[in-house]
């Protein structure tokens, strides 16, 4: 059963994203050797990682299909988990294309039509920029603590870091078209994978990091691959340029006017 979505960042974006739900109880050494910590506990750290009281981030992402690949750029600012202003720059046919996420609502904006559009919930599913990301994926960390509830399942220990293996289920009546995911990050808080299941369980999609390092003083991927599991030649891959977290940005960044470059 193919994923309902016409195809699928977080990428990235807005890596790729959450608020709280309930899950089990976990001794966890590697991160602190005598208390306690939930599952959801361990996913917001992971979520935070990435995106700080603020950030400033410029990346490139690349979609590859069977018959062509194409590179473009942007920028992204973040606002603690929920919003975020992305803003394509290259290719020149495509700069100064945007989305901005404020709370629960997403709009986008092209400056060849000059107008922004708000984005009803019956679009989310719909791929971003013609990427393998949805606009679901852009607005995750914040429905992924919302609306799913979540287990530990496995937990690893090697080279004095412990590995993670968190399953996602949705809370009844959640307004998310998943089944399950499936998320791997280390006691560091750097994600390693991520897998989408449909309603029959069955794997669709999974997003996979490539080359952590410190980048803003903090480990993360270099590089996110989001890949169709049913199709190995359909896949988009975000890389961080450069990344700046907790800087000062006005909260007018967050705006209509924001959005269309005003």
């Given at each position: ?256 006017f924001a959005l269309r470059g005003?």
């Open positions: 059963m193919r994923h309902p979505q016409s195809s699928h960042v977080q990428l990235l974006i807005f890596r790729f994203v959450s608020a709280v739900c309930a899950a089990g109880l976990l001794c966890c050494a590697g991160i602190s050797a005598a208390s306690d910590i939930t599952a959801e506990e361990l996913i917001a750290r992971m979520i935070d990682q990435s995106r700080g009281l603020s950030s400033y981030s410029e990346l490139s992402m690349t979609v590859n299909r069977p018959q062509w690949q194409r590179t473009s750029s942007f920028n992204v600012l973040t606002r603690g988990r929920e919003d975020a202003l992305i803003r394509f720059t290259a290719p020149a046919k495509d700069a100064g294309n945007a989305t901005l996420k404020v709370g629960e609502t997403m709009w986008t904006y092209s400056p060849k039509i000059r107008r922004s559009v708000r984005l009803p919930k019956s679009m989310m599913s719909q791929e971003w920029a013609g990427s393998d990301f949805s606009y679901n994926d852009l607005a995750r960390s914040d429905k992924l603590l919302a609306y799913y509830r979540h287990d530990i399942v496995d937990q690893v220990e090697e080279n004095g870091l412990i590995t993670y293996t968190i399953e996602s289920t949705p809370k009844e009546n959640a307004p998310v078209v998943w089944g399950k995911e499936r998320i791997v990050f280390r006691s560091d808080n750097v994600l390693l994978t991520q897998t989408f299941f449909d309603q029959d369980m069955q794997p669709v999609k999974e997003m996979r990091a490539f080359e952590v390092q410190e980048l803003g003083g903090r480990m993360l991927a270099k590089r996110m691959r989001m890949s169709d599991l049913e199709d190995s030649e359909r896949w988009t891959e975000v890389t961080y340029e450069s990344i700046e977290f907790d800087v000062e940005i006005d909260d007018r960044n967050f705006t209509q005003e």
